[in-house]
C-alpha cells in the first residue's frame, strides 16, 4: 500500500530545489506516486523608465525552471508541471489545500536567523501552516 499518490515538489532553481527534486523522484518510483512540479513567480514591481532593468525572475525563467525540472523525471513517473503567479508561500499553501497532496518536497536554503526573523522563509511558512507532511531538503554543495 503506497503512503503517497500525489507529491506536490516547489521547485525554485536552486540547489536545494534540484536535491527536492531528486529525491522527490525515489519517492514517486517507491510509492507508485504521481509528481506535481510548481514554481511560482512572485509578483515584483514593475521596472519604469529608460534604463531599468527587468526584474529578475520572470515568467521565462521559471519555465526554465520546469523544463530543467521535466529533464530529471523518469518515464516511468507521472508527472504534472504548473507555473503560478503570486506570493509564493500562499500560492503553495492554496495548491496543498486545493489539489489533495499527500506531501510536499522543497528545498531549505538555510537562512541566517538574522534573515528568517526580518523576512520568514518560505519553506519555513510551508512547514508550519500545510495541512500535509512537508519534507524540506538541503543540498551539500554550494551552487
Known sequence: MSLYRNIL???????DSRTALRHAVTLAQDQHAKLTL?????????PVGPGV???????ESHNEIIKGALGE???D???????????IAP?????????????VVMG????????????????ERVLH?????VLMLRSHCEA
Open 9 to 15: 515538489v516547489a521547485l525554485d532553481g536552486s540547489a
Open 77 to 87: 513517473v507521472g508527472v504534472t508541471t504548473r507555473i503560478e503567479r503570486g506570493e
Open 53 to 59: 532593468a527587468a526584474p529578475p525572475e520572470t515568467a
Open 108 to 123: 531549505s536554503h538555510g537562512h541566517s536567523r538574522v534573515h528568517r526573523a526580518l523576512l520568514g522563509s518560505v519553506s
Open 129 to 133: 501552516k500545510a495541512n500535509v507532511p
Open 91 to 103: 500560492t503553495i499553501l492554496k495548491s496543498v489545500a486545493a489539489d489533495h497532496y499527500d506531501l
Open 38 to 46: 510548481l514554481t511560482v513567480v512572485p509578483h515584483t514591481a514593475t
Open 73 to 75: 523525471i523518469p518515464r
